[in-house]
């Protein structure tokens, strides 16, 4: 991604007056921030889904990888072209990608809500991910267009505030949709959404800047992509085989492996390369970097299995579901502001340490949960893991940028987005893994006497389980389901709390000795 942008025309120049921002800045704000918002919602809308489209007669008889794999084919597509979306930007000017990169994501999600079989679903969510790479760099550089340096932190600000607002509104949008109308629904919200950010695009934003030729890295968006499809296509699989000595496993695993080792090589000996590796010799860059990938890690995992808890062992319609998760968003929004003000005083080290060892405690906390746990107890357990990645996110993602020297800002923002969508694909891959392997484990010795075919079908997962046993007329098999969902659950929860407390050791070490008020040490 260009790390530069140079000046804007005339036309596109912020007011400059000494003022505070205009109606149309702010309109023109309002139409970035939806959207980011139909961006980010799109990462959390679909959670609450999953459970209808494992349902063959209400969605789609998707199996436990396909439906892993329906969230991560769009983020995956999304962290690995982000690069490349700033790059078209800065070459053929930042409104015209916005607008191409919404209709191509408006296509995309009707394509989605119309798909006829889980792999076709899986496609159009790649092609999803397409349109959002092209969105997200455009967002930011025209803000820089539209609002001058006083103005401009605190139009950040608010973009950057639409994360955590689509976290709380996607389970509950989603949730909402599901309870009136069909699984597509969720896909073709953003329909009108695209429409308001096209019209409000035209109307309000700049057009085209001086724009900068910058050269494509082809080969590294190819090696980068390929490595790690490879990499997440063995742990998404491996976990639903339950058998990961399997060749297929070991040689899709050790391939991406080797691809990335060969991307990063690659990436080390181009003049402007797709994921700007070097940025990774500064320690504290790497450290905070690391730190929001597994915050994402942990954040997209829970919210995977969380929906099959609520809406499987607890039976909860998805409307409901949505709304048991709001909670979480409740803590990602309270923290981020707390930790600011911590920050000051304390460091990022210190701040940021807590933060992730608060909510490896709220991941710990599922293995108090079983099936007559009340809502109360999940609520204070998702609190504190919004509290800790809150907390977590916005003191690291401004020690990204205060580490790095002027010029390299444009590449480490990227790098930072990137790192926060890979995390969440490899939570979802990991966390989904083994929730599926322990599963299997679990109830196969309760299926002893069923038809092989059924017993086949049972094994897949908790809904398919429970599917069987309504048509076997077996209610013991669906509470073996219960119960054996809730150990794979537990397993899952512990894998996600020892993953947050690793990003807490890696923190602490790269930030040790850092004191308040000192976080911008080390620019350059």
């Known amino acids: 991604m260009a790390a530069q942008h140079t000046a804007p025309s005339s036309s596109a120049a912020p007011d400059d007056s000494s003022g505070p921002p205009t109606g149309r800045q702010w309109l023109a704000l309002s139409v970035l921030v939806l ?15 999953l459970k209808t489209l494992a349902d063959p007669s209400a969605g789609l008889g998707a199996s436990p990888n396909q439906l892993q794999w329906s969230i991560s084919s769009y983020t995956l597509v999304f962290a690995v072209l982000l690069f490349t979306g700033g790059v078209l930007a800065d070459r053929y000017g930042h409104r015209t990608l916005l607008l191409t990169g919404m209709l191509g994501f408006g296509a995309a999600s009707a394509w989605a809500a119309y798909a006829d079989s889980a792999t076709e679903l899986i496609v159009a969510r790649g092609a999803m991910g397409v349109g959002s790479a092209l969105i997200m760099p455009a967002t930011l550089a025209l803000i820089a267009q539209v609002f001058d340096e006083r103005h401009r932190a605190t139009a950040i600000a ?22 009136h109308f069909w699984w597509g629904s969720v896909f073709l919200v953003n329909v009108p959404i695209v429409v308001l950010c096209l019209a409000g695009s035209l109307a309000f934003l700049p057009g085209a800047a001086t724009k900068v030729r910058q050269k494509f890295d082809p080969l590294g968006v190819v090696l980068s992509t390929a490595g790690l499809f490879a990499v997440v296509w063995g742990i998404i699989e491996g976990g639903h085989r339950n058998d990961w000595t399997d060749p297929p496993i070991l040689m899709s695993l050790s391939g991406g492996t080797l691809l990335i080792a060969v991307f990063v090589i690659v990436e080390l000996r181009v003049a402007n390369p797709s994921f700007d590796v070097r940025l990774f010799r500064n320690t504290r860059f790497t450290g905070a970097s690391v730190a929001v990938m597994l915050v994402f890690f942990g954040l997209n995992g829970c ?35 707390v930790s600011a003000v911590l920050v000051k005083r304390f460091g990022v080290g210190p701040v940021v340490t807590t933060a992730m060892l608060i909510a490896a405690t709220g991941f710990c906390g599922y293995v108090f949960l079983d099936e007559r746990s009340g809502l109360p107890l999940f609520w204070l357990f998702v609190v504190l893991q919004g509290l ?13 940028m205060s580490v790095l020297p002027a010029d390299r800002t444009g590449a480490g923002s990227a790098v930072n987005n990137s790192m926060r969508q890979v995390g969440g694909v ?29 017993a086949d079908t049972a094994r897949e997962s908790a809904e398919s389980t429970r599917l069987v046993a309504a048509h076997q007329d077996l209610p013991r098999l669906s509470a073996f389901a219960d119960s054996a969902f809730i150990e794979a659950m537990h397993v899952a929860a512990v894998v996600g709390a020892v993953v947050s407390a690793a990003g807490a050791a890696i923190i602490w070490i790269t930030y040790r000795g850092q004191h308040g008020g000192s976080q911008g040490a080390g620019r350059g």
């Open 158 to 179: 608010i973009w950057s505030g639409s994360s955590g607002l689509a976290i709380a509104t996607g389970p509950m949008l989603g949730g909402a949709l599901l309870d």
């Open 303 to 337: 919210m995977y299995y969380t929906s099959f808890y609520l809406q499987g062992v607890h039976d909860q319609s998805p409307l409901t579901c949505g709304l048991a998760l709001a909670p979480i968003a409740a803590g990602v929004l309270l923290g981020a502001p």
């Open 35 to 49: 959207a980011q918002l139909a961006v980010w919602l799109d990462n959390t809308v679909l959670n609450v889904a």
């Open 388 to 400: 800790g990645m809150g907390a977590a996110v916005a003191p690291t993602t401004e020690a990204i």
């Open 426 to 454: 490899l939570g979802v891959a990991v966390l989904g893994s083994v929730l599926t392997s322990v599963y299997r484990d679990e109830i196969t010795p309760k299926l002893t006497g069923l038809p092989p075919q059924a």
